[in-house]
């Protein structure tokens, strides 16, 4: 019975491990006002240190239920260039994985009177991946002995368009293959591109309008084994000047489950001065809701230092 119960946690913590992308887990983190989690080609679009910080636990209830912290902040440089970073812990059951990110981007005009800008990012990025074999009770198995970590060095692609309240952004993430000697399986994979497609349409009858509505829709896909997901976002804007206050929904599918969902997100949040707060709740809608209570994720943020940019694109 032992081994049994042996062999099934090791099964399921390299299920874990397979479904950790050596990335931060992207769910509903970048509609809290932070979109340069989905892209690093929004680093440096604002007239200020743009500073964010998010906590996820997913499937609350659940014993080593996948647990997410992470921080990020952006910052301008010049008139049309942004530098941004992204550190995060991740974990799920027995594997682990924390890593950081240092991205770069560009903005250029291509309309100045239409407002079109094109902004295009770099970014390196270091992951340590972690298996914790020392918390196997009763591990008799000497295939399953020593340090199960390994670090992971790599690059990611950005691509942004946007014209008035319309965006439409592409990226690559973890460009290189990962060196897996160190798991010594073969079932481990080594090809951890993901691509991500991010666009919406902010919407207002006229500037001075104090309500504003934004659908978006987010679409990723991993290369190394063809799966795909989707999100169908809104989010409703009351402004009060440069306050606001928003409510939204998110839907995840897979994509070849179109039709039933993964989750349903509601989420709410305000900015009042330089301050912002957001909170979502995942309702799962498969046999998990009757053994948890959701996914719970809270933001807070803060923008420091404002300036004024003479250059539209950063605006």
């Not at 080609?41 to 996820?56: E, F, H, P």
């Not at 390196?124 to 074999?133: E, G, W, Y």
């Not at 309240?165 to 993430?173: D, E, H, I, L, V």
Request: charged letters at 20%.
């Amino acid at each position: 019975m032992k081994k049994i119960t042996l062999f099934l946690t090791l099964l399921a913590t390299l299920s874990g491990s397979k479904a950790q992308e050596l990335t931060i887990p992207q769910l509903s983190q970048y509609l809290s006002d932070n979109p340069f989690l989905m892209s690093p080609a929004y680093a440096g679009i604002g007239n200020y240190v743009k500073i964010r910080a998010s906590g996820l636990s997913q499937w609350v209830g659940i014993q080593d239920a996948p647990n997410t912290q992470s921080f990020s902040a952006d910052v301008r440089l010049g008139n049309r260039s942004g530098l941004g970073m992204v550190i995060y812990n991740d974990s799920n059951g027995e594997t682990h994985q924390r890593g950081g990110k240092v991205s770069f981007a560009h903005h250029l005009i291509m309309d100045r009177q239409e407002r079109n800008f094109l902004s295009l990012a770099f970014s390196f990025n270091l992951n340590q991946f972690r298996i914790n074999v020392e918390n196997f009770d009763d591990n008799n198995d000497l295939g399953i002995v020593g340090d199960k970590a390994s670090s992971n060095p790599n690059f990611d692609l950005g691509f942004l368009f946007r014209r008035d309240g319309f965006y439409f952004s592409m990226n690559a993430s973890n460009i290189l293959n990962k060196d897996f000697e160190a798991y010594n399986v073969l079932f481990e994979p080594n090809v951890l591109r993901n691509y991500y497609l991010y666009s919406g349409y902010r919407i207002r009858k006229h500037k001075r309008d104090k309500f504003e509505v934004e659908p978006s829709i987010f679409l990723q896909y991993f290369e190394s084994d063809r799966r795909s997901v989707t999100d169908t976002n809104v989010i409703f804007r009351w402004y009060d000047f440069l306050d606001y206050f928003n409510a939204g929904l998110t839907i995840r599918f897979l994509n070849d489950q179109i039709g039933q969902p993964l989750y349903i997100a509601p989420m709410v949040g305000f900015k009042t001065g330089d301050f912002y707060f957001g909170y979502s709740n995942q309702i799962i809608m498969n046999e998990i809701i009757g053994y948890s209570y959701g996914t719970h994720q809270i933001t807070l943020g803060v923008n420091l230092l404002q300036g004024i940019s003479n250059c539209t694109c950063t605006y």
